[in-house]
């Protein structure tokens, strides 16, 4: 397995502020691992004293309603940080999270993570930035909720699209996911999202290579106020 860097810690957006002496820091006595897809590697309710990061494949982060549905809250893909909140507020983890595809990730000391944030204003405003953007995604998942299911799935490519994507691309390759996976995070049953998804490949609006999509059209996203105008 390839020695994560420093130099590839500081190239990530959340800590490119940060010197790289501090990076340094954070790799202090990290510790790497590898996940199939589907495997859990956090699990809800457990304590947290460690920060993931994760190098490269996709991951959800999932809870479940008090009727046993599955809900999910965010998706995370490469450079992606997690588990911060419990190392934050002394708290048990509040979700599981669960491989999508194989995923590398590394696992950092919470003491240097937590200290670096009350040293560098830059690093802790990254972080913050980085909770608001994941806020945002939610709230407009929760938005949509009535919305008519085509809507949704559409918003469910676009984020796993951008998810899977260095450039933060709504038209990047969707890596190989279940049905179901798909219609979990668009609030769908399997069936309903295989017959939308039927729908937008015959109107070409998506496209299907080897398993992955890849959203070719994003005038209907725009026209139902999912992306904005230009994109």
Not at 31 to 55: H, I, K, N, P, R
Not at 64 to 78: P, R
Not at 79 to 106: C, H, K, N, Y
Not at 131 to 147: H, M, P, V, Y
Request: with cysteine; hydrophobic share 45%; glycine share 6%.
């Amino acid at each position: 397995m390839t020695v994560f860097s420093a130099e590839q810690l500081q190239a990530l957006q959340l800590f490119s502020a940060i010197k790289l002496d501090y990076c340094v820091q954070l790799l202090d006595r990290h510790l790497e691992a590898s996940y199939g897809a589907e495997q859990v590697f956090v699990m809800e309710q457990d304590w947290g004293e460690t920060v993931f990061l994760l190098c490269s494949g996709m991951a959800k982060v999932r809870t479940y309603t008090a009727d046993g549905d599955e809900v999910v809250m965010s998706v995370l893909g490469a450079g992606d940080v997690f588990g911060e909140m419990a190392v934050l507020d002394a708290a048990p983890r509040s979700a599981d999270v669960v491989a999508l595809t194989p995923v590398r990730l590394l696992k950092l000391r919470a003491a240097p993570f937590v200290a670096l944030l009350g040293k560098e204003v830059g690093f802790a405003l990254a972080l913050a930035q980085l909770e608001a953007s994941r806020l945002r995604d939610l709230n407009q998942r929760f938005a949509i909720q009535t919305s008519d299911a085509t809507t949704r799935l559409l918003n469910a490519l676009a984020y796993l699209a951008r998810k899977s994507s260095v450039a933060d691309d709504s038209k990047g390759e969707i890596p190989s996911l279940a049905q179901k996976e798909l219609g979990l995070m668009a609030g769908l049953s399997r069936e309903t999202a295989s017959r939308i998804l039927s729908k937008l490949r015959s109107r070409g609006v998506l496209e299907e290579v080897d398993g992955c999509l890849r959203l070719l059209d994003l005038q209907p996203l725009i026209k139902r106020g999912l992306l904005p105008p230009g994109s």
